[in-house]
Nanobody
Framework: VQLQASGGGLVQAGGSLRLSCAAS????????MGWFRQTPGKEREFVAA????????HYADSVKGRFTISRDNAKNTAALQMNTMKPEDTAVYYC???????????????????WGQGTLVTVSS
């Protein structure tokens, strides 16, 4: 599978943005999908993950209640809806597909082996 992230941009604090991740390849529906983010000088951190059928989701505490991850296996897409955004949400966001089977360690970036190119999100105060 190959991934292409899009939807980043500039938004004011309190605003919303929706990121999309388009996947190519016939096996998209079998992957746990995740979103991660990274700022300069920091490690890439977990944001959210969703199981292969969308039935299970997991969020970092910092975004819980504000962000929603979703997927549409018929369209080979995943999305991250970001609401009530804060300046500390500013980062490059990456979508990723988990290389190991199952839901375990879905928060661990080392479990994900296919990455999109990243899309920059900037939240102004």
């Amino acid at each position: 599978v190959q991934l292409q992230a899009s939807g980043g941009g500039l938004v004011q604090a309190g605003g919303s943005l929706r990121l999309s991740c388009a996947a190519s390849g016939r096996t998209f529906s079998s992957y746990v999908m995740g979103w991660f983010r990274q700022t300069p000088g920091k490690e890439r951190e977990f944001v959210a993950a969703i199981s292969w059928n969308g039935g299970t989701t997991h969020y970092a505490d910092s975004v819980k209640g504000r962000f929603t991850i979703s997927r549409d296996n018929a369209k080979n897409t995943a999305a991250l809806q970001m609401n009530t955004m804060k300046p500390e949400d500013t980062a490059v966001y990456y979508c990723a597909a988990k290389g190991t089977p199952g839901w375990g360690r879905s928060w661990d970036r080392n479990e994900f082996d296919v990455w999109g190119q990243g899309t920059l999100v900037t939240v102004s105060s």
